[in-house]
């Protein structure tokens, strides 16, 4: 199966990424090229600041850039990130509520894969960016 016939077909059996359950996020819409994931962050994911740990947007993002990779893989092809280059536009409490990581891939080689994701709140300001070089491997 392509990357994105593994991705709709995880969504289509009612699966999620097992991170996701740890973290309370979940992947709610995939294209080719393109990934969403929600969560609600709470006091768990807090640091010692008392505020969402940086992570939590990481994983977000890298999440959402990975699987907008995935989703634009031949059969027989996989990936794994290289790098994550993570911005914090505005801090993170448990009061923030929903937000949303939307992954895009900007571009995708034999080799390498570039992909960017921004992740926001209800009301559509961001909180995080990324942008992701992703090594594509054939098998």
Known sequence: MTGLE?????LAAGK?????E???FALVEAAKGHAVFEGTPD????????TIHGGYAATLLDSACGIATHT????????TTLELKTAYH???TADTGPVRA???????GRRVAFAEAKLTDAQGRLLASAT???LVISQ
Do not use: C
């Not at 634009?72 to 990936?79: E, F, K, R």
């Open 6 to 10: 593994q991705v709709q077909a995880l």
């Open 16 to 20: 999620q990424p097992p991170i996701g």
């Open 22 to 24: 740890t973290l309370g």
């Open 43 to 50: 006091r768990r994911a807090y640091n010692p600041l008392g």
């Open 72 to 79: 634009s893989l031949a059969a027989g092809q996989s990936y």
């Open 90 to 92: 505005r801090t993170m």
């Open 102 to 108: 939307v992954g895009t891939v900007v571009s995708i």
């Open 132 to 134: 992701s070089t992703l």
